[in-house]
């Protein structure tokens, strides 16, 4: 396990931006993972199919919080499409040893020794699947708000 505790992943996981919550938010979301025990529960705001605004609350291991901080990192001004995009590019890379993501979330290339704990894996995506569904959430709110 040593290969998960260099000093980028550990940068990361100390330095998670956006932690807090978010009065009235448009969406939230939360996800665990069962296997070792991490949940990640965020908020956000949506305007014009992007992000405006982010906050989480991240109770995780190690990678969980390097994970959220990666997310958060970026986040703002995405769409829903761009982040179910990254989850899959990053689940392909741990699961089936696929390309890391480039440009932007190419930091996610440095849990790659994720491979090697098919255990962690689950941690890793949790941060993708809370954020996906605040943004469905948000989504269906602005929806039901314009009917």
Same mark, same amino acid.
């Given at each position: 396990?040593? =290969?998960?505790?260099?000093?980028?992943?550990?940068?990361?996981?100390?330095? $998670?931006?956006?932690?807090?919550?978010? =009065?009235?938010?448009?969406?939230?979301?939360?996800?665990?993972? #069962?296997?070792?025990?991490? #949940? $990640?529960?965020?908020?956000?705001?949506?305007?014009?199919?992007?992000?405006? =605004?982010?906050? +989480?609350?991240?109770? *995780?291991?190690?990678?969980g919080q390097?994970? *959220?901080?990666?997310?958060?990192?970026?986040? $703002?001004?995405?769409? #829903?499409?761009?982040?179910?995009?990254?989850?899959?590019?990053?689940?392909?890379?741990?699961?089936?040893?696929?390309?890391a993501p480039?440009?932007?979330? +190419?930091?996610?290339?440095?849990?790659?020794?994720?491979?090697?704990?098919?255990?962690?894996?689950?941690?890793?995506?949790?941060?993708?699947?809370?954020?996906?569904?605040?943004?469905?959430? *948000?989504?269906e709110n602005?929806?039901?708000?314009?009917?």
């Amino acid at each position: 396990m040593k =290969e998960l505790y260099t000093n980028e992943i550990m940068s990361f996981a100390a330095h $998670i931006p956006h932690i807090g919550l978010i =009065e009235g938010a448009q969406g939230s979301g939360s996800a665990h993972s #069962r296997l070792c025990g991490s #949940r $990640i529960n965020v908020w956000l705001n949506m305007e014009e199919g992007v992000v405006t =605004e982010f906050s +989480q609350e991240v109770k *995780a291991c190690l990678v969980g919080q390097a994970s *959220a901080s990666m997310l958060s990192h970026n986040i $703002i001004g995405c769409s #829903r499409q761009e982040i179910a995009q990254t989850r899959e590019t990053v689940r392909l890379m741990l699961e089936e040893e696929g390309t890391a993501p480039v440009g932007k979330w +190419q930091a996610y290339e440095l849990l790659i020794p994720v491979r090697n704990y098919k255990s962690r894996i689950s941690t890793v995506l949790i941060a993708f699947d809370a954020v996906l569904d605040a943004m469905d959430m *948000a989504l269906e709110n602005k929806e039901a708000s314009n009917v």
